[in-house]
């Protein structure tokens, strides 16, 4: 687990760096390490700010190029 936290944070930079054009980055908040077996949830949070006229916006994170998103945030309609 250790091991795929310390790539997802490097990888969710790059791509939110380069991909989010909608979006500006304020704080990316994630734990250097895990243990392994370790029942305390770990945290992935990312403050964020966008603006508010964009009613379609859909935030979405995805680790290691997989097709479907380990996070996504619609806001209320």
């Known amino acids: 687990m250790k091991n795929h936290l310390c790539l997802l944070y490097p990888l969710v930079v790059l791509v939110l760096a380069d991909v989010c054009r909608a979006v500006t980055i304020r704080r990316l908040i994630v734990p250097r390490w895990v243990r392994n077996g ?3 949830p770990a945290v992935l949070d990312c403050e964020y700010v966008y603006n508010e006229n964009d009613l379609k ?3 979405k994170w995805f680790f290691n190029d997989g097709p479907e ?3 996504q945030w619609i806001p209320e309609m």
């Open 38 to 40: 370790s029942e305390t």
């Open 57 to 59: 916006l859909v935030v």
């Open 69 to 71: 998103p380990v996070y």
